[in-house]
């Protein structure tokens, strides 16, 4: 299993940024994605979800500003992040949970007030 996150910057607040996860190494198409962020000092926290047939799921700090989506023929799943806060600044990461949890080297994402 392979994941690479990419799509990452800085962006001044209220900016928008939109990340992807490229995977491979399983069938992408029969899986649930997640992403998660982990920022200094803070533990690792889930930030979206998304089903193997397309539902997502957010975390509550999200308010409506993120979209997860997938492409089952690219293997890619996304993350499109509007209205970015300040408190959004963390190392983006994609995670698989397949008989152990599979992580791929993240994206930063720095968000300037």
């Known amino acids: 299993v392979q994941l690479q996150a990419s799509g990452g910057g800085l962006v001044q607040a209220g900016g928008s940024l939109r990340l992807s996860c490229s995977a491979s190494g399983f069938i992408f198409r029969l899986n649930t994605m997640d992403w998660y962020r982990q920022a200094p000092g803070k533990q690792r926290e889930m930030v979206a979800t998304i089903t193997s047939n397309g539902i997502p799921k957010y975390a509550d700090f999200v308010k409506g500003r993120f979209t997860v989506s997938r492409d089952n023929v690219r293997n890619t799943v996304f993350l499109q992040m509007n209205s970015l806060e300040p408190e959004d600044t963390a190392v983006y990461l994609c995670?698989?949970?397949?008989?152990?949890?599979?992580w791929g080297r993240g994206t930063q994402v720095t968000v300037s007030s």
């Open positions: 995670h698989l949970n397949r008989s152990r949890d599979w």
